[in-house]
């Protein structure tokens, strides 16, 4: 089983960065391919980005392309989602999901184990 908690959320002005980082648990993480979903007021939940288990691989959401940056750290059992230029329209829980023994995947119910999420609010 693998816990997951995200940490590095706030409030930032549009155009600042942020780095949100999923601190995970248990002897799969690094055998996970992780990623990052948000999910704003009022809409369903969506993709932001996805890395397989060796960090060798990414991918992206057209929105997010060439601001955020997916990276991991085996080591410390952790994945950060560094978010720069962000703009109002980020403004959203985000969350960090393990999906054990598969490949990167940009589909959230390919995923099976979730955090609680980190608010990021960005103002305008």
């Known amino acids: 089983q693998v816990q997951l908690v995200e940490t590095g959320g706030g409030l930032v002005q549009g155009g600042g960065s942020l780095r949100l980082s999923c601190a995970g648990s248990g002897r799969t993480f690094s055998m996970s391919a992780m990623g990052w979903f948000r999910q704003a007021p009022g809409k369903e939940r969506e993709f932001v980005a996805t890395?397989?288990?060796?960090?060798?691989?990414?991918r992206y959401a057209d929105s997010v392309k060439g601001r955020f940056t997916i990276s991991r750290d085996n080591a410390k059992n952790t994945v950060h989602l560094q978010m720069n230029s962000l703009k109002s329209e980020d403004t959203a829980i985000y969350f960090c999901?393990?999906?054990?023994?598969?490949?990167?995947?940009?589909?959230?119910?390919?995923?099976?184990?979730w955090g609680r999420g980190t608010q990021v609010t960005v103002s305008s």
């Open positions: 890395i397989n288990w060796s960090g060798s691989n990414t």
């Open positions: 999901a393990a999906r054990v023994g598969g490949d990167l995947d940009h589909r959230a119910y390919r995923y099976d184990y």
